[in-house]
Nanobody
Framework: QVQLVESGGGLVQAGGSLRLSCAAS????????MGWFRQVLGKEREFVAA???????YYADSVKGRFTISRDNAKNTVYLQMNSLKPEDTAVYSC????????????????WGQGTQVTVSS
């Protein structure tokens, strides 16, 4: 089992930056593929970015070129660097871990963190 705890959310003006962190504990972090998803109240969860155990990366079109996902296996942590933030990026951001499946499919992720709120003001 893996426990995931996100941090780094907050309020930022449009055009600003935030760096989210997701600290993992439990089983060996390096064997897991990791992902970031976001959700706005009343809407479906949306894929944001994913990184494989070999550090291959995947991004939603809406964040490509602005967000960067990375991982540090020595620190059991995955990061999401978010630049040029827009009001439409406002959501609760959650990290998740999977052993197999499709990077963009939320249903393939077995473990989830509680989420961290990101609010971008215009």
């Amino acid at each position: 089992q893996v426990q995931l705890v996100e941090s780094g959310g907050g309020l930022v003006q449009a055009g600003g930056s935030l760096r989210l962190s997701c600290a993992a504990s439990g089983q060996t972090f390096s064997v897991y593929h990791m992902g970031w998803f976001r959700q706005v109240l009343g809407k479906e969860r949306e894929f944001v970015a994913a990184i494989s155990r070999s550090s291959a990366t995947y991004y939603a079109d809406s964040v490509k070129g602005r967000f960067t996902i990375s991982r540090d296996n020595a620190k059991n942590t995955v990061y999401l660097q978010m630049n040029s933030l827009k009001p439409e990026d406002t959501a609760v951001y959650s990290c998740a871990a999977r052993l197999s499946g499709i990077p963009t499919a939320a249903t393939d992720y077995r473990y989830w963190g509680q989420g961290t709120q990101v609010t971008v003001s215009s």
